[in-house]
Structures are given as structure tokens and as C-alpha cells.
């Protein structure tokens, strides 16, 4: 089956300015997470969808990010505007449904700089 | 707060050796815990995970790992070392309470040697 696909792989941007991430999820995924991974650390959950509903959002920094899943399929996290901080690699991860037991999947993640 | 610890930063181990990477949890309930692995510039591979049941749980590449709830760890072990298995482990617990809400270790990199 084909994995879970993000995209672009590497973005630079200056801060204050905006940026997107693009995640497809494994077909008949039905929750999907996007995850912040700063150097050195294990990745941070942001959100999870349950198809195009949001179930958790509680470490999403609200007043810059900002993320949506509007058909329950593909899914797009936006940054605006960007802080230094914000410099990480973001995952996008799915899984089957949102049971405990359900191993997430990963993407190859998006690296972002922020000069 | 609920936390999981790797203590080891890196473990270094002689291929063919026996490895153990070290996890403890600190999450309310009995959580379902899992490992992954990562290779550079890439995303997470799901290891194993433990739900209930038999202590010792076998996941992919011959890896297993042991759960011991007094000890609140879940040790990640392989009897025999490949090089190949160099990468970052993190160790991961669901805190949610079975919805699949995942905190992470920090991270362990594990460095096999020939």
C-alpha cells in the first residue's frame, strides 16, 4: 500500500512570513495527526482528525497555526506567520481509526527553517 | 504531567551483541505503549506495542520488548545487534486513554558497531 505522502520535503522561509504543509493520508485512514519535531526531541502532537472533524487540538498554537481536513481525506497545516521557534521537521501521521491499538503511520515529514 | 523517559541519549552495542534500549512511563492508567523507529530524513516506523496480556511482546526485525507495570518501564531488546539497526528509537505512550494520542520519548540513538 502506498505510504503516507507530505509535501514539500524542505521549505525556507523568513520570519513573519506564511507557509503550508500538504499531507495524504493511507487510503481508508480515517484519523489522521500532525506532529512538530524539534531537533533533538521526540515529536509533539498538534492535532488529530477523526475523518474531517477535529478531535484534539489542544497543543496547536491557535494564533499562528492553524489546520484542516475539509473532505477527510487529504490535510493542510498552515503557519502564519512564522516565529524563529517554529523551526522543525512536521510529520503527518494516519491510522485506521482513533482506537488505542491502531499503530500510527508516518510521513517522511516537512523540514522548516526559519531564517 | 505524563511523561515518558528514555534516560540513554545513545547506546553504543558490538554487532551480534544483545541490546536493551530503556523506557519508563509516567501516565495515568494503563496505557497502551508502543516503539518506533527512525531513520534519517524520514518519518517513523512502527516497532511493536504492548495493550495487555503476555509481559513480553515481539514486534518487526526481530525485536521484542519487555512490559513491567511496577517498574512502569517497557525496555526495548534484541538478542543480536545488526548494523542495520542504527537509527533513533523513541519510546510512546497513549495518554488519552486509548484514543491514540501518543507522547514520546526523547529519543534514544542506537549505534551498532561491526
Known amino acids: 500500500e502506498a505510504g503516507v505522502a507530505q509535501s514539500p520535503r524542505y521549505k525556507i522561509i523568513e520570519k513573519r512570513q506564511s507557509v503550508a504543509f500538504w499531507c495524504n493520508p493511507i487510503s481508508g485512514h480515517a484519523t489522521l495527526y500532525w506532529y512538530q519535531q524539534i531537533l533533538g526531541q521526540g515529536p509533539k502532537l498538534l492535532i488529530q482528525?477523526?475523518?474531517?472533524?477535529?478531535?484534539?487540538d489542544s497543543q496547536l498554537p491557535k494564533d499562528r497555526f492553524s489546520a484542516e481536513r475539509l473532505k477527510g481525506v487529504d490535510s493542510t497545516l498552515k503557519i502564519q506567520p512564522a516565529k524563529l521557534e517554529d523551526s522543525a521537521v512536521y510529520l503527518c501521521a494516519s491510522s485506521l481509526g482513533q482506537g488505542g491499538n491502531q499503530p500510527q503511520h508516518f510521513g517522511d515529514g516537512t523540514r522548516l527553517s526559519i531564517l | 504531567a505524563q511523561s515518558v523517559a528514555q534516560p540513554e541519549d545513545q547506546v553504543n552495542v558490538a554487532e551480534g551483541n544483545p541490546l536493551t534500549v530503556k523506557c519508563t512511563y509516567s501516565?495515568?492508567?494503563?496505557?497502551?505503549l508502543f516503539w518506533y523507529v527512525q531513520y534519517p530524513n524520514r518519518g517513523l516506523q512502527f516497532l511493536l506495542k504492548?495493550?495487555?496480556?503476555?509481559?513480553l511482546v515481539k514486534g518487526s526485525y526481530g525485536f521484542e520488548a519487555e512490559f513491567n507495570k511496577s517498574q512502569t518501564s517497557f525496555h526495548l531488546k534484541k538478542p543480536s545487534a545488526l548494523v542495520s539497526d542504527s537509527a533513533l528509537y523513541f519510546c510512546a505512550a497513549d495518554y488519552g486513554g486509548a484514543t491514540n494520542k501518543l507522547i514520546f520519548g526523547t529519543g534514544t540513538l542506537l549505534a551498532v558497531q561491526p
Open positions: 482528525f477523526q475523518n474531517n472533524g477535529v478531535v484534539d
Open positions: 504492548y495493550i495487555t496480556g503476555d509481559n
Open positions: 501516565v495515568s492508567g494503563n496505557p497502551y
